[in-house]
């Protein structure tokens, strides 16, 4: 972000342009991902999916959707902790667009560099875990409160495999900052997921039920809870929640294909172009992820709440651990 | 305990959604299931019960449709006239005229009594649908509007064999 | 010093020993539920996750079926009937016009009655389509409700091309089906037999129907998230199932081989051949596996009917124009999808029954739910309720 800099001279203009770049991402990413889950949902169930906003895609679709949200009457429950409840959406949205800043998109093209990148990712995204318990006890719904309830035992039991399965590809790198870490991997020639395949997986599994995705869905579980959590929301604030899960889709797949699918390089592109083309390559490996994301919602159902906790704590956080051990095993001795 | 390692059933089911997936993206004439309404529109079955079209010159106003309709939807009116006779001394014939021929279909279950009853065959089941209106009031269907679906009657389909 | 250190060790103790007082909820699920399949209300309480006396709360949507059979007349009452477990319409209307033409005393044309047989496996089709599409969308999963629904137009579209009417046929006559419409002296009486293009239309829609079979077994039936949400849930063992009355598929997957449609003879069934699925322990996974395997066999059965229809007759036998049933009572039971139906019909000898008792299989199905549901979890009560597969307008009537 040099450059921004140069271009503006003035240090304060510049960071107000990097805020309004990195708060744009966020609508964008969730408008493309979104448009995306319906068509690919759609085509997977012999549907079309949307048709007729904006010309024989449906592309502007999801716009429609947002400025429908934009219009709608603000409710807030009379019984409802009101500062509680009009304060979660955005606490679980700005955990997101925390997590924005410390991703790579080329060569120097990161919003910040931090040297602690990938510690200070996990520590931000842990705070959409607050807002999305805020908003479940603040509304005044047992519905709510059972999402909410559910949604603190699975998403603090999912940080643990999500930063267990980090670290094997943080060992290889032997640096925390992501850019370091993409340049890790155009050092050694070949992207991480090749050795660390284990911890991709588990990364991939944690990162869906961070989101509470289905398969992981319980917190929101539309066919029991109404909608969980997010019941009592309506109209912007549940604008906040939906474009919060899908932008959150972009980071974690970002963030998952810096670590280990080689984030903005691949192996037979020169690397003097990777400047240009750097992001359009980390935007394909993040739509290709998304993809994945989809396909599994569309195809699997949910695990009930003790089976997921059984699946992280018996089965995921030891076979990190074990990738843990072996990794550094590898390392010191090869 | 739930048996959480990925197995052989979730790829299966993982290898069916993607096969659906390129299906109805490559060959949509075959695989896709819906059609674009309103641009698209599918012809129902002749038989199909859309809406109930009156033939007013076949009725004799003998009211069997409106006792028959299990949800009285039906109301009819009407009025005997004299004709004079046809030769000079003969009967004087006294013929129903109709008044009033409304349907209700906002009552209406579109069971077909009403159809099947008719003794003079002047009630018919068409296929038309989309005669929904923003107000109850206008589901009532007086009998110029009834007379008017009679266009819309399809020839009964050919049988079996 | 040492009064300071007991002091400390009390206090210690003090906190290990105060216990966690928790109070149950009272937890309010339905009437407006995406899962209860209708207005159905649990009043559950729920201590955290486990539910502990679940009270269902009926008749939100209670019509008044029996009631309204009293003012009715005998060709109204069939157009009505079939509203009674509208997923599968058509077989709603057949017990009842047995049990007139049991009274009667009238013979059912052969053609007649292979049509009605034809129909009725249909409606069974379609009902166990509509379970294997919305129990994997109550379990979470999307998709397989999409599959269940596109070959299911394709069997609501024929009984569309026949009766004119998708779930609501009004097809059965007494003594027989729908002769003609129009039953004028005019020469537009249209008779109302089986259209032209119906035998081959059936036999592709059964082709396509044991292809999506195929489809649902390998996304759902060896699926390991399914098989974890399902196996060992919602065990009804036999004791139970004969207490409370509960009958049909739910029946048969606790491992009682009884179907109605071997034993009585409302419809030619002796004629074809078709194995009956029964399960081994009666939790949620048997429940949808019997459901999935009597769609097979319900294929089965179509194409072994449109094979062996005769080629032409009369579709009602002789009946007079105004229909009055000789007075006496009769009781007609049939094999609907859901279960048992039974019909018991008084006649005084007017143009409609007397009284008519409708014994529907949801009502006696879901009266399992206060056993079945204790000490059930939250996720599991909507695992049981979707495989129990009932309908609130049966439940209601």
Redesign the interface.
């Known amino acids: 972000m040099d450059a921004v800099v140069e271009i503006f001279g003035n240090p304060w203009v510049s960071l107000a342009g990097k805020v309004l770049l990195v708060a744009l991402i966020v609508p964008l990413s969730a408008m493309v991902l979104g448009f995306a889950e319906m068509k690919v949902s759609a085509k997977m169930q012999s549907r079309v999916g949307p048709y007729f906003a904006g010309g024989r895609w449906g592309w502007a679709q999801l716009i429609a959707d947002g400025v429908k949200f934009f219009q709608k009457e603000d409710i807030v429950p009379d019984d409802a902790d009101q500062p509680v409840f009009k304060a979660a959406p955005i606490i679980v949205l700005m955990g997101t667009v925390a997590l924005l800043v410390v991703i790579p998109f080329g060569p120097g093209l990161i919003f910040q560099d931090l040297s602690v990148g990938i510690f200070y990712a996990l520590a931000i995204s842990s705070i959409s875990t607050i807002g999305v318990l805020m908003a479940g006890w603040s509304s005044a719904n047992k519905y709510s409160l059972m999402g909410g309830l559910r949604a603190a035992g699975q998403l603090i039991a999912y940080e643990l495999p999500l930063v267990l399965a980090v670290v094997g590809s943080v060992i290889m790198a032997g640096t925390m900052s992501m850019g370091g870490i993409v340049q890790a991997q155009i050092d050694a020639g070949f992207p991480f997921v090749v050795v660390q395949f284990i911890g991709f997986g588990i990364f991939m599994v944690a990162a869906l039920a961070e989101l509470t995705r289905i398969p992981f869905d319980m917190p929101i579980a539309e066919s029991e809870l109404v909608m969980g959590y997010v019941t009592e929301y309506s109209g912007f604030r549940f604008l906040f929640f939906f474009l919060a899960e899908y932008a959150n889709m972009f980071t974690m797949s970002a963030i998952a294909a810096t670590l280990f699918l080689g984030g903005y390089w691949l192996p037979f592109v020169p690397e003097s172009t990777l400047d240009y083309a750097g992001p359009f390559i980390l935007i394909g490996k993040v739509l290709v992820l998304t993809f994945g994301m989809i396909w599994f919602r569309w195809t699997f159902p949910r695990f009930r709440e003790d089976q997921l906790q059984t699946l992280a704590w018996k089965w995921l956080i030891p076979l990190a651990l074990a990738n843990i051990a072996v990794t550094a095993v590898l390392k010191v001795v090869l | ?10 790829v ?7 096969t ?2 390129f299906k ?2 490559f060959m949509p004439g075959k ?4 059609i ?1 309404y309103p641009v698209e529109k599918e012809t ?6 859309g809406v109930i079209a009156l033939d007013q010159d ?1 009725c004799t106003v003998c009211m069997l449709c409106a006792r ?1 309709c ?1 949800d009285w939807c039906i109301y009819i009116e009407g009025h005997k006239e004299e004709l004079p006779p046809a030769t000079p001394g003969g009967r004087i014939k006294v013929r129903s005229k109709l008044d009033r021929f409304d349907i209700d279909y906002a009552l209406c ?5 009403c ?7 002047a009630l018919f ?1 068409t296929p038309e649908y989309e005669y929904s209106e923003p107000k109850m009031g206008a589901m009532l269907h007086d009998m110029d509007r009834l007379q008017g679906w009679l266009e819309t009657v399809p020839d ?6 | 010093m040492s009064i300071e250190a007991d002091a400390v060790r009390h206090l210690a103790e003090a906190q290990v020993s105060v216990e966690l007082e928790t109070e149950d909820m009272t937890l309010n699920i339905g009437p407006q539920h995406p899962s209860t399949h209708g207005v159905l209300r649990l009043v559950a309480r729920v201590d955290g996750e486990r539910a502990y006396d679940v009270k269902p709360v009926i008749g939100y949507m209670h019509r008044g079926y029996e009631k309204l059979s009293e003012v009715r007349t005998y060709p109204q009452i069939t157009a009505l009937i079939n509203r009674i477990d509208w997923v599968s319409g058509y077989a709603n209307e057949i017990p009842f016009v047995v049990a007139a033409e049991k009274l009667m005393e009238i013979e059912v044309p052969e053609r007649a009655q292979y049509i009605r047989l034809i129909l009725t496996e249909m409606a069974r089709i379609s009902s166990h389509l509509m379970f294997l599409a919305a129990y994997p969308l109550e379990l979470g999963a999307g998709t397989p409700l999409f599959f269940a629904l596109r070959e299911r137009e394709r069997v609501l579209d024929l009984i569309e091309g026949v009766t004119g009417g998708r779930f609501h046929p009004n097809f059965n006559r007494i003594g027989g089906v729908k002769p003609a419409a129009g039953s004028g002296s005019t020469s537009r009486k249209v008779a109302q037999d089986l259209p032209a293009g119906f035998l081959d239309g059936t036999r592709f829609a059964m082709d396509k129907v044991l292809s999506v079979c195929d489809d649902i077994e390998n996304l759902v039936a060896g699926n390991e998230i399914i098989l974890a949400r399902t196996k060992g849930i919602g065990i009804i063992p036999k004791e139970i199932i004969a207490a409370y009355g509960v009958s049909g598929p739910t029946m048969r997957a606790s491992g009682i081989p009884f179907d109605l449609r071997k034993v009585e003879n409302y419809l030619p069934y002796d004629r074809f051949d078709f194995d009956v699925p029964v399960g081994e322990t009666g939790d949620s996974w048997d429940r949808w596996w019997v459901r999935f395997e009597e769609t097979r066999q319900a294929a089965m059965i179509v194409q072994q009917a449109i094979d062996g229809i005769p080629p032409s007759g009369p579709l009602q036998a002789k009946v007079p124009k105004v229909i009055k049933v000789p007075k006496g009572e009769t009781y007609v039971r049939a094999e609907n999808p859901k279960g048992e139906m039974g019909y018991y019909l008084i006649s005084d000898g007017g143009q409609g029954p007397y009284r008519l008792k409708i014994r529907s299989s949801s009502f006696s199905n879901i009266s399992i739910l206060p056993w079945i549901l204790e000490g059930a979890l939250v996720p599991d009560i909507i695992a049981i309720m979707g495989s129990l597969d009932f309908v609130l307008g049966d439940v209601d009537r």
Not at chain 2, 12 to 18: D, F, M, R, S, W
Not at chain 2, 44 to 49: D, E, I, L, M, T
Not at chain 2, 115 to 121: G, K, T, Y
């Open positions: 305990m739930a048996r959480a390692i990925p197995g052989g059933g979730l299966k089911g993982l290898g069916v959604t993607i659906t997936f109805t993206v695989y896709l299931a819906t674009n129902p079955v002749p038989r199909a019960r076949a028959q299990p279950m579109y069971c077909g009594i159809v099947e009853v008719c003794p003079f065959d089941w009964p389909p050919g049988l079996e064999k």
